[in-house]
């Protein structure tokens, strides 16, 4: 199984960027898709954004056209950039990965097995 450790959040402007990373140790990530959820104080985790083994992506509504997922499978690792960030973006993100070759649509919370522990990002001026 796959260990996942999430860096990179931290407080940023409205309008402004940051980018997380999500670094795998235990297995390579090749053959594992990757999401992004994120969960408000208060509210429900929510998928942001999915990577499959064959690069396709999805992204929410809410982020769509602002947010950039990418992986560097040399590098064992998953990024999210996020760019015009808005002070609704503020949340815990936590990266995690399905089973390997996992058919996997929408990121659904059940779908995803190996869990980081999750980095702050607030949007605040």
């Known amino acids: 199984q796959v260990q996942l450790v999430e860096s990179g959040g931290g407080l940023a402007q409205p309008g402004g960027s940051l980018r997380l990373s999500c670094a795998a140790s235990?297995?390579?990530?090749?053959?594992?898709?990757i999401a992004w959820f994120r969960q408000a104080p208060g509210k429900e985790r929510e998928g942001v954004s999915s990577?499959?083994?064959?690069?396709?992506?999805y992204y929410s509504e809410s982020v769509k056209g602002r947010f950039t997922i990418s992986r560097d499978n040399a590098k064992n690792t998953v990024y999210l950039q996020m760019n015009n960030v808005v002070s609704e973006d503020t949340a815990v993100y936590y990266c995690?990965?399905?089973?390997?070759?996992?058919?996997?649509?929408?990121?659904?919370?059940?779908?995803?097995?190996?869990w980081g522990q999750g980095t702050q990002v607030t949007v605040s001026s």
């Open positions: 235990g297995n390579t990530l090749d053959d594992y898709p």
């Open positions: 990577i499959r083994p064959d690069g396709s992506t």
């Open positions: 995690a990965a399905a089973r390997p070759r996992a058919r996997v649509g929408l990121p659904r919370v059940q779908d995803y097995v190996s």
